[in-house]
């Protein structure tokens, strides 16, 4: 086999590299107005959930795909851990501004509340890229997926904040930049993509199970995601 021939493993590889980088890119632009961030995160997770299983696509037409079908849903999610976010923050403000012998303690328990927020709200947008549910059910689904499956998040979690983590560390940080900048999303999702794909398939094979045997019918690509088949020409 020749190293250079296109379905040789370099290839692939290359093929997935420049894939998340576009990814990224797609995905820091549609964060870009903010309130479009939970729409974007979704999409981005969709995607890679695609490249982890193998499927040959295109990243902006299942970005777009993913965006449109979950914007509403996305966006009233993201702006919940916004406003809680918002909370939390001036409750930090409020606790430097006017220190007390109470601060110590609201202090600790607002850190750890923070912690659990972050840790837990990893998963939401996967799970609303991968299933159908209500907004409650998704971030509970995603909450009780967190912490069912620690380490793996954990991983994740840790992943997501390496970038930030660079960036802090100066003249470092300016060195990797650039890679930053290309893979700072979609890398730690491809990752965590790898990561739960096995859980993710255990329970979309469950609903399949469910809805073919209310249907009494099955269709294969309804294996790969439970939002509807896309259409083709």
Not at 7 to 23: C, G, H, Q
Not at 100 to 120: A, K, M
């Amino acid at each position: 086999m020749k190293i250079f021939a296109i379905d040789s493993p370099l290839m692939n590889i290359l093929s997935k590299i420049a894939d998340l980088m576009i990814l990224n890119l797609i995905t820091l632009v549609m964060c870009i107005p903010i309130v479009t961030a939970g729409a974007s995160f979704t999409a981005m997770h969709y995607c890679c959930l695609k490249l982890a299983r193998g499927h040959e696509t295109s990243m902006f037409k299942q970005f777009f795909h993913s965006f449109k079908d979950n914007f509403k849903q996305s966006t009233l999610i993201w702006l919940i851990f916004l406003v809680i976010t918002g909370f939390i923050g001036y409750d930090f403000l409020l606790m430097y501004n006017n220190p007390s012998e109470l601060s110590t303690f609201v202090f600790g328990g607002l850190l750890v509340f923070s912690i659990i927020l972050l840790f837990g709200g990893s998963m939401v947008f996967p799970v609303q890229a991968k299933f159908y549910n209500t907004i409650s059910v998704t971030i509970k689904t995603g909450f009780i997926f967190s912490f069912r499956h620690f380490f793996k998040t954990l991983i994740f979690f840790a992943l997501k904040l390496l970038p930030l983590v660079l960036l802090l560390l100066g003249n470092i940080g300016i060195m990797v930049f650039p890679l930053i900048l290309c893979f700072c999303f979609s890398a730690p999702g491809f990752v965590a993509a790898k990561l739960y794909d096995k859980s993710f398939q255990e329970a979309e094979d469950i609903i399949y199970a469910k809805q073919a045997a209310e249907k009494g019918e099955t269709k294969d690509d309804e294996k790969i995601f439970t939002d509807a088949p896309e259409q083709t020409s």
